[in-house]
């Protein structure tokens, strides 16, 4: 026959109804998984503007690369530029 002890152990070992009021209800989850994944989109939205912007960034510098080039060989060629400017451009060009 099972006594106090026995009644005490097994209600330890199995969930009650008290038990299961504190775990989260279904709605809960998918209200969470929700928000988790409304954060996400604005996350890849913002990250998609920003690849954008980088990509426009380094057209707009290629372009104004190929410019500075043309008006430097243009002030070379018609001698604007004295040679020690012209090493100086030369020795800023990192690219």
Excluded: P, Y
Excluded at 40 to 51: F, G, N, P, R, V
Excluded at 54 to 71: F, M, N, S, Y
């Amino acid at each position: 026959m099972l006594d106090d002890k026995d009644i005490e152990k097994l209600t330890e070992a199995f969930v009650t109804k008290e038990d299961i009021k504190n775990f989260a209800t279904k709605e809960d989850i998918t209200d969470f998984k929700n928000e988790i994944l409304t954060g996400q989109d604005e996350i890849l939205e913002k990250l998609s503007a920003l690849s954008q912007e980088k990509t426009i960034g380094e057209e707009q510098g290629k372009r104004q690369k190929k410019v500075l080039e043309i008006h430097n060989c243009a002030l070379k060629k018609n001698k604007i530029l004295s040679d020690e400017q012209i090493s100086e451009i030369h020795k800023l060009q990192v690219f």
